[in-house]
């Protein structure tokens, strides 16, 4: 038999109380709601987390407390950007911090690796100008489409919550 609606919330609020969570009700302004729901999505958290690490980085910022504690998926969100970054000056910046941290990251080479040479595309594909590989009857890249839709929308999100940075 199927569980209730009311039970498998039951359930979840035991969850989470058991993993350390506290429940809060907060009342925001509207703007400062949509701005934490963009954030919340730009950094692929939920609202939850997010707010916690904006109440750690404030604590940092005025000196009540000493580091900001990443989770193991942030952890290893910074090192993929560390790894794709082409801008050193970040980069070098970052891993200071890191190893600061005590965390140290395999980096590679300062260069990136040109494409590997093409052979000619297989039947009835053509590549694009990232190289991918997709159908002739296709007008344009479909992960290339994908990539731009993405882009678009997250930039929609933050001039939504008024985050856009001055060009």
């Not at 989470?16 to 958290?45: C, F, I, M, N, S």
């Not at 000493?66 to 290893?76: F, G, M, P, Y």
């Not at 001039?159 to 060009?167: E, F, S």
């Amino acid at each position: 038999m199927a569980e209730l609606p009311k039970e498998r919330t039951a359930q979840w609020r035991d969850d989470k109380r058991r993993a350390g969570y506290r429940p809060v009700t907060l009342w925001l302004p509207a703007d400062v709601k949509g701005e934490l729901d963009a954030l919340a999505y730009h950094r692929h958290q939920d609202i939850a987390q997010c707010l916690a690490d904006a109440i750690r980085a404030l604590a940092v910022s005025q000196g009540r407390a000493t580091t900001i504690r990443l989770d193991s998926r942030q952890l290893a969100a910074l090192k993929a950007e560390i790894r794709t970054d082409a801008r050193p000056d970040i980069r070098t910046e970052v891993l200071t911090t890191l190893a600061e941290l005590g965390i140290t990251v395999p980096v590679p080479p300062e260069t990136p690796e040109p494409f590997p040479p093409l052979g000619p595309p297989p039947p009835g594909m053509k590549f694009c100008g990232k190289h991918h590989a997709y159908p002739v009857a296709k007008k344009e890249c479909p992960q290339c489409v994908r990539e731009r839709k993405r882009r678009f929308r997250q930039a929609q999100a933050q001039k939504r919550a008024g985050t856009v940075p001055l060009p």
